[in-house]
């Protein structure tokens, strides 16, 4: 069944729907053809999939419907299309943006004295009372450290982070960014 499922994708696929003219089969399978529909059909029994053939409960995608029960149609959505012009491929192209920009700001926590945490006010135009915003400690210092970001408050154009690194006390600035809506 494998070499013959190989010798069928060797050759160029029928993809005009036009009549086949042939179907040659051996070893075990049963092939029919009806305009531009061929069958095959494994009459071995035994092997994995009990009386031969796909096995019944299996689902299979096809880009076209053959008329099986178990099939699912691979259909292009927004922005999507289904290339089956180069034979034995199916390419499918996606086009079209994601779902839009991302804010972004970044600051600096400047630890003074071995200070056990630090606030700093970061000015972003794109914050409101109500934004998300996500900060991230960024360098292998901050890693090291084990800092940690914390949002406490925002207003319009502003907020506020707290940082604090979790292994003791630190000396001088930790960079972070923050991402938000």
Request: overall charge negative.
């Amino acid at each position: 069944m494998v070499m013959l499922v190989m010798a069928v994708l060797a050759q160029p696929l029928n993809l005009n729907a036009g009549p086949i003219k042939s179907l040659a089969c051996d070893g075990g399978l049963v092939c029919s053809v009806s305009g531009s529909k061929a069958t095959i059909i494994n009459t071995v029994t035994g092997g994995g999939g009990g009386s031969g053939g796909a096995p019944v409960d299996g689902g299979y995608v096809v880009w076209q419907s053959v008329g099986s029960t178990n099939e699912r149609v691979l259909t292009a959505g927004t922005n999507v299309t289904l290339d089956t012009s180069t034979p034995g491929q199916l390419i499918v192209n996606a086009s079209g943006g994601g779902g839009g920009s991302v804010n972004t700001a970044s600051g600096s926590a400047s630890f003074d004295g071995g200070s056990l945490d630090a606030r700093t006010t970061v000015t972003a135009a794109w914050v409101t009372p109500s934004s998300v915003i996500v900060c991230t400690p960024t360098g292998e210092e901050a890693s090291v450290e084990g800092l940690v970001t914390t949002v406490l408050s925002q207003g319009s154009g502003s907020f506020v982070v707290r940082a604090e690194p979790r292994h003791g006390s630190h000396w001088g600035a930790m960079p972070f960014v923050c991402i938000g809506n």
